[in-house]
């Protein structure tokens, strides 16, 4: 909880105040990357959702205080899921150029 907080704002801190000239294009990626990877993992520690193909089921496993329809939760899913992984080629990209 607050351990994680903690260590991931300083993490966040620690890439805008970097203070060398070469990285300034290269740390809007690693940010976007940190904080997408935190909001998922907050996300996740909400609940996960399991799917049972052969009762053709889907439930929600864990804390859920909010509620989340099913096809919400999918949804929030594949977005955070598709920025955490555009978020690292562009940070591959960007190094590899």
């Known amino acids: 909880g607050v351990v994680y907080f903690v260590v991931n704002c300083v993490v966040c801190f620690l890439i805008i105040f970097d203070k060398d000239k070469r990285g300034r294009g290269?740390?809007?990626y690693v940010l976007s990357?940190?904080?997408?990877?935190?909001l998922t993992d907050v996300f996740f520690?909400?609940?996960?959702p399991i799917l049972l193909v052969n009762n053709v089921l889907i439930y929600n496993v864990g804390f859920n205080p909010f509620r989340f329809r099913t096809s919400t939760f999918l949804i929030?899913?594949?977005i955070l899921f598709t920025e955490i992984g555009s978020s690292y080629f562009s940070c591959a990209y960007y190094r590899r150029n």
């Open 33 to 38: 990357l940190q904080i997408s990877s935190m």
């Open 76 to 78: 929030l899913f594949f």
């Open 45 to 48: 520690t909400i609940g996960s």
């Open 26 to 28: 290269y740390r809007k």
